[in-house]
């Protein structure tokens, strides 16, 4: 069955290094999506992505956060100079098509650490 | 805000028990979804139910939704030790003229089922 991958499963980094998160979606989806969650919180929207460009982020997703589909399969999303707050488990979801029968899937989630 | 809102915050019932779960929303959606959660790793998809169905069936799942309440219930029937999750709605954003499938997550339903 296919499943949207994400790489690493676990990243520790120092506060102040640039981070990127990698995903590959479901091949023939045409949506993609960051989220996050903090540790014991919500899951919270971060932005999606359709058409080789942004249509929509939240207010977390702020100037030190950049999403790129380099090529074909893989999506990445790139924390330029983390914080401790950026620690949270960073899921990547994709879907075929949005509305009415819009069923997004996710990966198993990239658990970022900031130390 | 949008978000779904689940009850109880925690559930706690033998195997072979019935679980259900609630959720609240507040604007108009096209769509529900509910995930599971494992401690610590991914969310998997299990059931889409749409603004113009009341019920859906997916195996030991059932899902209702009404509208007019703006609520929806997620039945568990004859648990098992293994549906040890967090369960999680999630609504689209049709009411609040968001695009392109933006979900918005409750805090989640923490079920624990004994052997």
């Known amino acids: 069955e296919p499943e949207v991958t994400q790489t690493p499963s676990h990243q520790v980094t120092q506060m102040g290094q640039e981070v990127i998160l990698r995903c590959v979606p479901i091949?023939?989806?045409?949506?993609f999506y960051w989220y996050r969650q903090i540790l014991g919180q919500k899951v919270e929207f971060l932005v999606s992505?359709?058409?080789?460009?942004?249509?929509?982020k939240s207010e977390i997703f702020d100037d030190q956060f950049s999403v790129e589909r380099p090529d074909g399969s893989n999506f990445t999303l790139k924390i330029r100079s983390t914080k401790l707050e950026d620690s949270a488990m960073y899921f990547c979801?994709?879907?075929?098509?949005?509305?009415?029968?819009?069923?997004?899937?996710f990966g198993q989630g990239t658990r970022l650490t900031v130390v | 805000s949008q978000q779904g809102e689940e009850d109880p915050q925690a559930l706690s019932i033998q195997e072979g028990e019935n679980a259900t779960m609630n959720c609240s929303y507040k604007t108009s959606i096209n769509n529900l979804q509910w995930y599971r959660q494992n401690s610590g790793r991914g969310l998997v998809h299990l059931i889409l139910?749409?603004?113009?169905?009341r019920e859906k069936h997916s195996g030991r799942l059932r899902v209702t939704l009404d509208t007019s309440k703006k609520s929806s219930s997620l039945l568990i029937t004859a648990s098992r030790a293994a549906d040890t999750a967090s369960y999680f709605c999630?609504?689209?954003?049709f009411g609040r003229g968001s695009t392109l499938g933006r979900l918005y997550f409750g805090r989640g339903t923490q079920l624990t089922v004994w052997p």
């Open positions: 992505f359709y058409n080789n460009e942004i249509s929509e």
């Open positions: 139910i749409r603004s113009n169905e």
């Open positions: 979801a994709s879907s075929g098509m949005t509305g009415v029968s819009g069923e997004a899937f």
């Open positions: 999630a609504t689209d954003a």
């Open positions: 091949s023939n989806h045409l949506y």
